[in-house]
């Protein structure tokens, strides 16, 4: 999962299996959620987002879940692909914060074949 | 598709030269931002701006400054460089001002100060 630090946490999976990614949030003020995906040289890209009053999400492949009570996010990738293998943020906001987003510090996913 | 484009995607300077980084997006899009991205501490939020001429302070400022003349560009000027602020910027756009929404992001400028 995410945390503060100076290495990157890293999630290696086989190919076909089922990936989780998950992000501890410190605001519980936080009403919007983002998940975004940084491929090697390139800007994240978003891939699913959820905001408070939900507790799941689904996506093409991916599923969010949240848990407020935990302050908790988690990212699901189903039959994880080479081609997910990636940084993946997590990021939060809310609406009384001028709704600037506070990246998490990245989970490195990697997908051995 | 939303197009949000960064001028450089390599820029190697010297310290104490000024240096300007350039965004630009496609989409009418009010708010801006610029980050910076750092190993193991994420995106940062370094300015943004809410609309043409309007500009915010992020989480760490210092050592730099934003332009925002125009609604589709939003420039970030490092007035004197230096090794610490070696890093890769990342411009982001947002539809609507005031909503917590999506954040379309360029591909990044990868600065080196020697």
């Known amino acids: 999962g995410e945390s503060v630090g100076l290495h990157l946490p890293t999630l290696s999976v086989q190919e076909g299996d089922n990936s989780i990614i998950n992000c501890a949030y410190s605001n519980s003020a936080s009403d919007y959620f983002i998940w975004y995906k940084q491929e090697s040289g390139k800007g994240p890209q978003f891939i699913i987002d959820?905001?408070?009053?939900?507790d799941k999400r689904q996506g093409q492949r991916v599923t969010v879940l949240l848990n407020k009570t935990v302050k908790h996010l988690s990212l699901q990738i189903a039959a994880t692909q080479p081609g997910d293998s990636a940084v993946y943020f997590c990021a939060e906001a809310f609406t009384g914060g001028g709704n600037k987003l506070t990246f998490g510090t990245g989970t490195q996913l990697k997908v051995e074949l | 598709d939303v197009k949000v484009t960064q001028s450089s995607r390599y820029l190697v300077k010297r310290t104490g030269e000024k240096v300007f980084l350039e965004c630009v997006q496609d989409m009418d899009h009010e708010n801006m931002f610029w980050y910076r991205q750092d190993p193991g501490l994420g995106l940062r939020l370094i300015y943004f701006s809410y609309d043409v001429k309007m500009k915010e302070k992020g989480d760490i400022p210092e050592g730099y400054s934003v332009s925002r003349e125009k609604k589709e560009r939003f420039s970030l000027i490092l007035e004197s460089a230096s090794t610490n602020q070696t890093s890769m910027y990342l411009c982001?756009?947002?539809?609507?001002?005031?909503?917590?929404?999506?954040?379309?992001f360029g591909p990044g400028t990868r600065l080196t100060v020697l």
């Open positions: 959820i905001r408070s009053n939900m």
């Open positions: 982001a756009s947002r539809l609507l001002a005031g909503r917590a929404d999506e954040q379309f």
